[in-house]
C-alpha cells in the first residue's frame, strides 16, 4: 500500500469514528435542564394565641420560677411584653443553654409556644419597663443573677456562668478584675456586649464579684 493509500484510508477511518460521536439532531435539540431553585422556609400555620392556655403552659413549665408569675423577672430576665419577634423568642425556648430548659416541639408545641407569647403579649400583665443601662449602681445590694441575665451574659456564658460552648466558665474566677475588664474591652468589636456602653465599669466591677464569690444565684452584689 502506498504512503497516499495509507494517509487516506486513516482520514476516511476518522471521518467515520467523528460521526459516529456526534450527537444526533434530536440530541442537540433536547434542552438543557433549569438550574435548581431555592425551596421556601415553610411558613408556620399558627392559630390566634389562647392567652388563657399560655398562662397555664407558663406555670406547669415551671417558668415562673426564673422568670416570676407575671413575667416579671428574678433570677431570669423580665418576658412580659417582651420586644422579641416571634421566631427569636421560639428560637430561644428551643435552644437555651443548660441549666435552663429547652423544650422541643414535642415537649412544647410551636402552637403552645405562641399560646405563652401571646399570654406574654396580653394586657393581663403589667408591662416591665427596660432598664437603662445606669451610670450609677442602686443603693444596697442587687441580686446578681438579675444584673448577669439582665445584661446578656448568661447567652454566652451559661444561666449560671457554668460557661458554654461560646464562652468560658466565670463562677468562681481567679483573675485580678482589671486584668478581665482589659481583656473585656478589647473584644467590644467583636462582641458588642464587652463595650463600656453596654455594661458600665462600675456595673461590671459589683458583677465580676459576685463571680469570684462563686456566682450564686441567690446571691447579692
Known sequence: MTRLSTLLTAVFAATLLLAACAPTAAEQLVPAPPPPTNTPSPVLALSEPDTARGYQLWLDK?????????????????LARTT????????????ALPPK??????????????????????????????????????????????????????????AFAQGSADGPTLAGVTFPYEMERANMRLTGDEIPQHRAEHIRDVVLKRLYQWLQAGANPQDGC
Request: glycine share 10%; proline share 8%.
Open 101 to 158: 430548659p429547652a423544650f422541643n416541639a414535642t415537649e412544647l408545641t410551636d402552637q403552645d409556644t405562641y399560646n405563652v407569647y401571646g399570654w406574654l403579649q396580653s394586657p393581663d400583665i403589667s408591662p416591665v419597663a427596660a432598664q437603662p443601662v445606669a451610670a450609677e449602681m442602686p443603693a444596697g445590694q442587687v441580686l446578681g443573677m438579675t444584673l448577669w441575665t439582665q445584661y446578656e451574659c448568661d447567652q454566652c456564658h451559661g
Open 84 to 95: 422579641l419577634p416571634f421566631d427569636q423568642f421560639m428560637h430561644k425556648i428551643r435552644t
Open 62 to 78: 415551671q417558668c415562673t420560677a426564673c422568670h416570676g408569675e407575671a413575667g416579671q423577672g428574678g433570677i431570669g430576665p423580665a
